[in-house]
């Protein structure tokens, strides 16, 4: 396990399995470091009944050009490589089915009976419970999958140089956080000391 992003832009990318907890991270991350963040969904849903974006890959495309940026997905197939080859860190919440099936199963339990808006202003179902792409099946069989390709391409050269921050239990990902809690304001701090231009020191 790596130390966080390097000092300078930051294009990060939080993966890992459905229900990890990227969300939560990435917005944390955001906060804490002054990075823009971006929900992967929010960009790839565009209305109601699921409508997909038709501009998803131009938008992600700009928003991985840029300098700073924090994402909460490993990628959407039509724009993962792109991801990949711009960001400079990844933050991998490598959690075991043990510790993501109960979360993601309170998520969508809690979103089916409350009928929560969520991306594009889409609702998750009891009828999609019975369905491959609900978040609950797709947490449980395509954990090992996700696994193996996130593995791969940290590893990758083509995607070099890429900082690995790899997280295996949610107690790590706190600590880690942690560590990051006061590095904006620490940077203010600094500046705010340093005299301005032509000032000289007492």
């Known amino acids: 396990?790596?130390?966080?992003?390097?000092?300078?832009?930051?294009?990060?990318?939080?993966?890992?399995?459905?229900?990890?907890?990227?969300?939560?991270?990435?917005?944390a991350l955001s906060r804490r470091l002054g990075v823009p963040y971006h929900e992967m969904d929010a960009l790839?849903?565009?209305?109601?009944?699921?409508?997909?974006?038709e501009t998803f890959a131009a938008e992600v495309a700009r928003i991985a050009a840029g300098p700073r940026w924090v994402i909460d997905s490993l990628g959407y197939p039509a724009v993962r490589d792109v991801l990949w080859e711009s960001a400079d860190t990844i933050v991998w919440l490598d959690y075991s089915r043990r510790v993501i099936m109960p979360r993601v199963l309170r998520r969508s339990l809690r979103r089916s009976l409350l009928r929560e808006r969520i991306f594009g202003g889409n609702r998750e179902a009891w009828a999609d419970w019975l369905t491959r792409d609900h978040p609950a099946w797709s947490?449980?069989?395509?954990?090992?999958g996700r696994r193996a390709e996130i593995d791969?391409?940290?590893?990758?050269?083509?995607?070099?140089?890429l900082r690995v921050v790899r997280l295996p239990t949610p107690a790590h990902a706190?600590?880690?956080l942690a560590g990051?809690?006061?590095?904006?304001?620490r940077r203010r701090a600094r500046r705010a000391a340093e005299p301005r231009r032509g000032a000289t020191r007492p």
């Open 44 to 53: 790839y849903f565009s209305g109601p009944g699921w409508r997909l974006n």
């Open 152 to 161: 791969r391409r940290t590893r990758a050269e083509r995607f070099a140089p």
């Open 180 to 185: 990051h809690a006061d590095e904006r304001p």
């Open 1 to 27: 396990m790596q130390d966080g992003p390097r000092p300078g832009p930051r294009r990060i990318l939080v993966v890992g399995s459905t229900g990890a907890g990227k969300t939560t991270m990435a917005r």
């Open 174 to 176: 706190a600590t880690w």
């Open 139 to 144: 947490a449980w069989t395509g954990h090992a």
